[in-house]
């Protein structure tokens, strides 16, 4: 089965400042892997998503994320972040099961943009 | 376009009592996830439907919880009877079953489950 980590539970930033967010995976077939956001009494959104091909995958609003095979790792990065950016960022990984790829989703971080 | 619409966003309720969770997926999605999401456990999944039927329910925490897909338009979470401990914010999702291959699945707002 796969599992996904994400160091950080909360991660405190002013505006206009560069942010990463860390997400670590084990599995031992190829995955997919995933970003999702919650903004507050939402559910989560897709943010961006790495199914194969180029390793790193980009968002709309400025987002990326670097799959890293050897690390086992997918961060998510942010030259410049906005007050808007707050929100609960959830990584997810996707392997097959049964026939199926359900997601499994870290336990989430919480990035507070500070003005 | 419609997203998930669950309801309702937020019960209180007593210990003891049931509850009734409704999901509406998107129309034409073929796949319906029930998460759970609390502080302690993050988010889990419960249950899962392809076509209406139940492909995996070893998330489902009990016997007090029990879900059904009558139509490819409409599902049900029950919890009977409640626990204080079944507080959460349960989460419904769908998807093409080609989209859920891959992982990428559609949320609804959530009901916030308080149980007294």
């Known amino acids: 089965a796969q599992s996904v980590t994400q160091l950080d539970s909360q991660v405190p930033v002013f505006e206009e400042a560069p942010v990463e967010l860390r997400c670590n995976y084990s599995s031992s077939v190829s995955v997919y892997l995933f970003w999702y956001v919650q903004y507050p009494n939402q559910g989560l959104q897709l943010l961006l998503k790495?199914?194969?091909?180029?390793?790193l995958v980009e968002s709309i609003n400025g987002f990326e994320a670097e799959f890293n095979k050897s690390q086992t790792s997918f961060h998510l990065r942010k030259p410049s972040v906005h007050i808007s950016d707050t929100a609960e960022y959830f990584c997810a990984v996707s392997a097959p099961s049964g026939g199926s790829y359900i997601p499994t989703f870290g336990r989430g971080t919480s990035l507070i943009v500070h003005p | 376009d419609a997203g998930v619409i669950q309801s309702p966003r937020h019960e209180v309720t007593e210990m003891g009592q049931e509850v009734t969770l409704r999901c509406k997926p998107i129309s034409g999605h073929n796949s319906l996830f029930w998460y759970r999401q609390t502080m302690m456990r993050g988010l889990e999944l419960l249950i899962y439907f392809n076509n209406n039927v139940p492909i995996d329910d070893s998330g489902m925490p009990e016997d007090r919880f029990s879900a059904k897909m009558p139509n490819a338009s409409f599902s049900t979470l029950k919890i009977q009877p409640s626990e204080p401990r079944d507080s959460a914010v349960y989460f419904c999702a769908s998807s093409l079953i080609v989209s859920a291959n891959t992982g990428e699945l559609f949320f609804g707002e959530g009901s916030r489950l308080t149980v007294l």
């Open positions: 790495y199914l194969s091909g180029s390793t």
